[in-house]
């Protein structure tokens, strides 16, 4: 027990001496909050903290406010180890959008090589447009002399004045990128300069500068059409040239080349598929993210007209594709859900980007809904019966119509507003696989839309401002066939025995009708795969009219030959313009409708949608004078000038608002410059 004891350590007490005496061995005061010799030797008196096994100031106060200093720093060390998985997982998200956005916007941003993307040059995507629906197709009439041109040698920028090229691209910026704005202003005019002045221009700024002198050279096909045609197709060579080059390593760069393609392909259809580079844009847009909106917390961090660029291009891409869909009268698809994109407020352009948007969906809301009623869609675009519906989308497009019509800077940038309008209303109230069978009123409308788009067609052609051909045979062959559906429909009931047409509807009837082979024609000069649609519509509003004129004056017509101009009519269209049998249009004021698949549906709407307040738009057709005209018996000499005498019923100006110039330049002035 004692040798325990003993062997037990003895604990250790601690003197309450400051340091600094210990270490010297004198005496210590212990006075608080120094001792005597501290102060003294103006030192600092430390004493030991048995708690902590450390040496702290005897100062009670600064030893509290170290306590209370490394408290704080323990909580905050605590407080970041206690984020859950969720706090996480968003703060890596708002980076990597950050990230992305960040690369994305920047021209020099992401440089891998696209080995899955065919190239540009490829025919996958310069093998021409689709051209409108036709059955038998014939490759006799897709060669002309006119092919010819697209071979047209390059134009040396250097070759062309400088006040000239500045001139050709503001008129660019001005008329046609409003609606598509694939570049922006001050980009394009830096590639300008850089080609121009040879200051080391990358093969975008080439393809860039080239592309969009070939667009605006459209305008002068009213002054010149050969000239312009040749200086086009020249710019165009020069563009394709270095296509190869162009958007390889830079997505960025690849997006905007797509873009600017398929608007050169509306314009001359021959030269791009101006339908998959819609699609190849649209997807390499959802390859990029462009579809989401950067978080408003990181927002502030990135470049205002970065953020910009990202929203207009994404919008741009969306308004070529729908336009693509909705033009052959095909469903585009574009879940709301998957698209937190906004338009840009900072951006000049974005109200019109907004407004022409806004049109889109209505268009691809349309087509859906009466041409496809048995598509399953997740992301239903309206809530409500068809005919709520029906009558709603009407009463949308009216106000849209209104605003566009109403407002200087729509109008003037959205331009043949009212046609784009007319082509809607037609094709609301034409037989559909949604309503095989319209109602009387329907029928009506139907008249008075598809005669305004052949009489709007005619005004733009006579002006020379029949730009955007691929859009124009679209809806030119369609009016035609609806035409053409009521007359053949109208020639079975007997004359004496009532009508199912009006004599005033009769008379603007003939009349627009021969107009179509003329446009048709016209179109083929420059888009030869339009020929043959030209020939087959020349030959059977010939015979059809022929028909019409007998039948109106009384006499019997063959129901044997209604029936074979019937079938021809059918090859010319990918939906019937006849009505069902089902039942007689004139005695029934509500339409046959296929079976209602899916009851409700969702109002539709972009981001941030504009209020439309306007009242609808009515069209009235005043009564003619119930003559037949039988000017259909030579279409091939037709002129536009034979229609200038006729009323315009439908409240058209004409050409007051088609007539586009040079600003600060004599048109002839340009040609001349760009002969060689």
Known sequence: MTSDRQSAPRKRRHSKACTRCRKRKIRCDFQYPKCGACTIADATCLGYDSVHGANQPRSATSHLEQEVARLEAELERINRQSKTHVDVAIEA?????TDLATTVVLPQGLTRKQEIQPPLTSSFFLSGSPPPYLIEWSHEYGISDHEEDGSSSQ??????????????LKHYCEIYRPLYPAVEETDLFEAYDRVYNNKSPSPFDIFCVHITLAISMQTLMHRDEKRATSASYGFWSTAVGILRQAGITDLWERLQVLQLLTHYGFLNPKHVDCSKCAAAATRLCLQLGLQHEIPLSLQKNLDPAALSSRRRIFWHSYNIDCAVHTVRCRPFLWPRSASTAQFSDTDS???????FCLLREIESEIAWAMYYPTLVVDDLPWNGSFRQWFTGVHERLNMWYQTTHQSINHGEKIQFHELLYQCQIMRLNRPSPRCPNPTLEMRKKTVQSATAVLKEFGTIERVGKLFNIWHASYFMMESGCCILGIILSAMETSRDGGSRLEEDEMSILS????????????????WPDVAQHAAVM?????????????WSKGKTVDRAEIARLKHQLLQNSRFSPLPADTSEPGDTSEPFLFPEMYPTFLEPGLPND???NFDPLELVVPAGDGASNTAWIDPQVITMQDTSNIPDIYGFHNDDALIWDFEGLDS????????W
């Open 349 to 355: 352009q974005s109200s019109t980007s907004r407004q």
């Open 538 to 550: 020349n030959t059977l509003c010939e015979t059809s009219l022929e028909r019409f004129d007998s």
């Open 668 to 675: 002839e002035e340009i040609l001349a410059a760009l002969a």
């Open 610 to 612: 504009a209020q439309l």
């Open 155 to 168: 134009i040396k920028l250097s070759s062309v004045p400088d006040h000239v090229v500045n001139t050709m």
């Open 511 to 526: 009349r627009y009708l021969p107009t179509l082979p003329h446009l048709l024609w016209k179109l083929s000069r420059r």
């Open 93 to 97: 998200v708002d980076k990597l959008s």
